[in-house]
């Protein structure tokens, strides 16, 4: 094929267990990108690793992640797929949803699912509104909260005015998961009506988290993505580690308490719709929830229950994670916090909800969340397997291309792809939004829209992306008419879950962090995020 072998990170142990032990001891006490950064100065960006007897290649090029996910017309998407290992890992939890399934049952779901991902299903502000703080939304007086003291911005409030700090990220994340379970189930899971948490140290008798359905659904839906973070890590031995018991299944059972009632009266609700339909001759009524939607068009229960919890976990986490690293930032730069506060006042002042126009009009609000997901993407890495014998390209220019076997693994890094200086200049790994606003946006991403895929690219692109920056925009949007000043909160972070003494030593955004990123399917913040903020 007129192909080379990538270079290889080999180890001096047999099976390359020494190299093994390096990439989970930077999983465990690492920097997320430390084991690639490392190897990609010694080897390039695209090299291969040999590990356990099992061949995969590791990236950073942007031009293999267009070959792995661009569309039809630039190359053969059927080259490339998530292949079986990746599906036996993620099917006890995503089933055979959309992000678990390749070829004719991929395109299956993605056919059912990209009509109701339309704009104006996105839009629901009001929805965003409710969850974030200031409006009721109607459907939340039967199914959710019924007061503006449940929204996420009425609970920071009371815990300031107490004197303690707030676990942002847990903030974060409650309020993800409540919009997007009422957006995609018509039934809040009531997340934000429990009590939030206090600090580690705090002297409070009802310091534990409260023993609540929503609590245990969160919780079971978190250890889902490490167990299968796990699984991926340990490649195909996994197994070998649930001889005795699947891990997924416990946490399953809780979904599932929630889920397969909501999915039983939807199928329910659409005979009992197409009956009267039929029976007056007229039309059934335009489906109002993701849930409904899918029971317009299925009456496979096992399918629907797969879908809407893979797009249940591709809503909540894109939104949760990077509303958090957006607070961080805000935090860790006051001029950026002051800036997108003047927008968020000049636009829709102190008090009014944002419409859609609003958010369109509001670019720095757009340059900020970009930013933030360029430096750290929601999901960090991602991965295609080689259907067949094939090539990508050389990161030389001036070499061959690259040889990829039948049945190998490409795992691909947004986030490192997001901070190397060729893509995006000298000042790759700071943070200022002003590059998606001024000539480094020609420059850079106009030129190639490959260094910048947090929502994945081509044919696999996130139908929910619309729907993730309306939660996100509402939401810092409302933050900012409410509070004028944010501050991290170190004493507060749980011991051991600040960055380590050595790393402000270290060249790039790892000497400058103040938070511990960490990552299972997707990146998060290690002991939370703990701010204080100031009202004004």
């Not at 879908?307 to 894109?318: F, G, H, P, V």
């Not at 691909?412 to 200049?425: D, H, K, T």
């Amino acid at each position: 094929m007129g192909a080379v072998l990538p270079p290889v990170w080999t180890g001096t142990l047999p099976g390359n267990v020494d190299v093994l032990w390096d990439r989970w001891k930077t999983f465990s006490c690492g920097y997320p990108s430390d084991s690639h950064a490392k190897m990609s100065e010694k080897l390039g960006p695209t090299f291969a690793i040999d590990s356990m007897w099992r061949h995969h290649i590791s990236t950073s090029d942007a031009n293999v992640i267009k070959v792995n996910t661009a569309s039809q017309i630039v190359t053969d998407f059927s080259k490339f797929s998530k292949g079986d290992l990746f599906r036996d890992i993620m099917r006890g939890f995503l089933g055979n949803g959309i992000f678990n399934s390749d070829g004719e049952m991929w395109r299956f779901h993605r056919h059912i699912a990209r009509p109701f991902f339309s704009r104006v299903k996105a839009a629901k502000l009001d929805l965003f509104q409710a969850y974030s703080g200031n409006i009721i939304y109607h459907h939340m007086k039967v199914h959710g909260s019924s007061s503006d003291a449940d929204s996420a911005i009425a609970k920071m409030k009371g815990r300031f005015r107490e004197g303690h700090t707030v676990n942002f990220q847990d903030l974060a994340s409650r309020y993800a998961l409540d919009s997007s379970t009422q957006f995609l189930f018509g039934r809040s899971i009531g997340f934000l009506r429990d009590p939030l948490p206090y600090e580690w140290n705090a002297k409070r008798a009802d310091s534990s988290p409260p023993n609540t359905p929503a609590e245990r659904f969160a919780h079971s839906l978190r250890s889902l993505q490490e167990v299968v973070a796990e699984r991926w890590r340990l490649q195909r031995i996994w197994p070998l580690f649930e001889i005795l018991e699947d891990k997924c299944k416990t946490h399953m059972k809780v979904l599932n308490l929630f889920v397969n009632p909501i999915v039983r009266e939807a199928l329910e609700r659409h005979s009992k719709l197409e009956h009267d339909s039929n029976e007056r001759g007229a039309r059934s009524p335009e489906p109002e929830t993701f849930v409904d939607f899918m029971a317009h068009h299925t009456t496979d229960s096992v399918l629907i229950h797969d879908e809407t919890l893979n797009m249940l976990l591709a809503a909540r986490d894109s939104t949760s994670a990077t509303i958090t690293f957006t607070v961080y930032f805000l935090c860790m730069y006051p001029h950026v916090l002051n800036r997108l506060r003047a927008e968020v006042r000049a636009t829709v002042g102190l008090t009014r909800c944002p419409t859609e126009d609003d958010i369109r009009n509001m670019r720095y609000l757009r340059a900020v969340i970009d930013e933030t997901m360029r430096l750290y993407p929601p999901v960090s890495s991602n991965v295609r397997n080689a259907t067949c014998d094939t090539t990508i390209p050389n990161s030389d220019p001036r070499g061959k291309p690259f040889f990829v076997p039948a049945g190998t693994s490409i795992v691909y890094s947004p986030l490192i792809v997001g901070r190397r200086q060729e893509y995006w200049g000298h000042d790759a790994e700071e943070f200022d939004p002003d590059r998606f606003l001024d000539g480094r946006r020609d420059k850079y991403l106009r030129r190639n829209p490959w260094i910048f895929v947090p929502f994945n690219a081509g044919p696999r692109t996130c139908l929910g992306q619309q729907f993730a920056y309306n939660a996100m925009s509402v939401f810092l949007i409302r933050l900012l008419q409410n509070f004028s000043e944010m501050h991290l909160a170190p004493e507060a972070q749980p011991p051991g879950t600040l960055p380590p003494d050595d790393w402000s030593t270290a060249n790039g955004r790892k000497g400058k962090e103040r938070f511990f990123p960490k990552k299972s399917i997707t990146l998060y913040s290690s002991g939370g995020l703990w701010v204080r903020m100031d009202e004004g």
